[in-house]
C-alpha cells in the first residue's frame, strides 16, 4: 500500500512539474498554425502572428483547466451517469463493488489503478483547481471481502499509512460504518491537507479506504484551509456506497 502512494505523489509531481516547464518554455516567437514566425514579416502580418498567439495560449489555458473526465479514453470507462449533480459524475470500480462521485475533471490515471486476485481494487485519481494553484489526490482500496477480526487491523495500519497519529471520529451513513479524520502539515514540496476514512459494510465483509491529499502545485504559493479543502473530501467521501455482490 505504501507502493501506491509513492507513485500517486509520483504522479502527481509529473503532472505538476510537466505543467510548470510547459508554462516556463513559452517564446516570443512560436509557430503559429503550423508556420514559423518570420523575422522579416510585414508590420500587419506580425500583428496578425501576435493576436494568433495570444488566441493560442488562451486556448491551451482554457484546455487545460477544462480537460475533463469525459474526454480522457481511462476514466470514462469507470463512468456511469454523466449528469448526477452540476461538476460532477458517478463512477464505479471495475470490480463493481462501490460508487461514488468524481469531479467532471478528476482524471483516473490506468498507472495507477490496480485489481489484484479478483478482490481488491486500488484506484488513484487526481483533479486540479488551476486558480488557486492546487492539487488533489484521491486513493481508494476497496476489499469485496475481509476477515471481521481484522477490522482493527485495518484501521490501524491505515493510520500509519496517512501519517496520523490521533483518534479516528465515527459516523454512520449510506449503510457503512465510516472512521475518518484530518490534519494539515508540510514536507519539502509545501504545505498539504489530508482527509481519510475506513468504511466498513453494516451488514456484510466489504470495506474502502479512502484518502484525499490537497496541496499546493509544483510548490508555488498558495492557501490551503483545513476547513475548505475538508468540506470537498468530506463530500467526495460521503458519496461512496459499497455495492452488494
Known sequence: MKAWLRLSTLCAVLIIVGCNTAN?????????????????????????????EQEGKSEGVENNEDFLAVEDEF?????????????????????????????E????????H??????????IYTFNNFSERKLHDVKLMYYKKYPEEVKQNYLNVFKTEVGFDGEY????????????GSFENEDKYG????????????DRNQAISYTHTAMCQG????????????EVAEKLMYSIRLLEQ
Open 24 to 52: 516556463n518554455q513559452q517564446k516570443p516567437e512560436e509557430e503559429v498554425n503550423g508556420e514559423e514566425t518570420q523575422e522579416d514579416s510585414s508590420t500587419e502580418q506580425m500583428l496578425e502572428d501576435d493576436e494568433a
Open 75 to 103: 476514466t470514462k470507462e469507470f463512468l456511469v451517469d454523466t449528469d448526477v449533480e452540476p461538476g460532477f459524475h458517478q463512477m464505479r470500480g471495475k470490480l463493481d463493488g462501490f460508487e461514488m462521485v468524481i469531479p
Open 105 to 112: 475533471n478528476g482524471i483516473i490515471s490506468d498507472l495507477l
Open 114 to 123: 490496480d485489481i489484484e486476485n479478483d478482490a481488491i481494487e486500488t484506484l
Open 169 to 180: 471520529q465515527y459516523a454512520e451513513a449510506n449503510v457503512l460504518e465510516m472512521y475518518y
Open 191 to 202: 504545505p498539504y491537507m489530508r482527509y481519510f476514512g475506513y468504511l466498513f459494510a453494516e
Open 219 to 230: 510548490g508555488e504559493e498558495c492557501s490551503l484551509s483545513l476547513e475548505e479543502e475538508a
